[in-house]
């Protein structure tokens, strides 16, 4: 068993900045995949960035690529997700799921990850 807890949402003007965090318990932090997705409202879950138990190996959507990096601390037991230059669009609530089947390989698809935080809502105003 895996329990994520995320934290850091909130509202933030356009352009401007937020990280996003979420803490593991359970399971050996370090033995397995992370990543990060996001459901607006209306919409269906995203892919937003992921990477493998190093941080070594990472992927992002195409739409924050080169303004949101993810990253981990196997040390604190959590992965955070660094969002820079933010837009309305990014509006979301953002989820962290862990993939305990894969250390190294990063999938972007939701159905592989099989734990989940209860998410973490993030505002971008206009």
């Known amino acids: 068993q895996v329990q994520l807890v995320e934290s850091g949402g909130g509202l933030v003007q356009s352009g401007g900045s937020l990280r996003l965090s979420c803490a593991a318990s359970g399971r050996t932090f370090s033995r397995y995949a992370m990543g990060w997705f996001r459901q607006a409202p209306g919409k269906e879950r995203e892919f937003v960035a992921a990477l493998n138990w190093s941080g070594g190996n990472t992927r992002y959507a195409d739409s924050v690529k080169g303004r949101f990096i993810i990253s981990r601390d196997n040390a604190k037991n959590t992965v955070y997700l660094q969002m820079n230059s933010l837009k309305p669009e990014d509006t979301a609530d953002y989820y962290c799921?862990?993939?305990?089947?894969?250390?190294?390989?990063?999938?972007?698809?939701?159905?592989?990850?099989?734990?989940w935080g209860q998410g973490t809502q993030v505002t971008v105003s206009s």
């Open positions: 799921a862990a993939d305990t089947r894969s250390t190294w390989y990063v999938d972007v698809r939701p159905d592989e990850y099989d734990y």
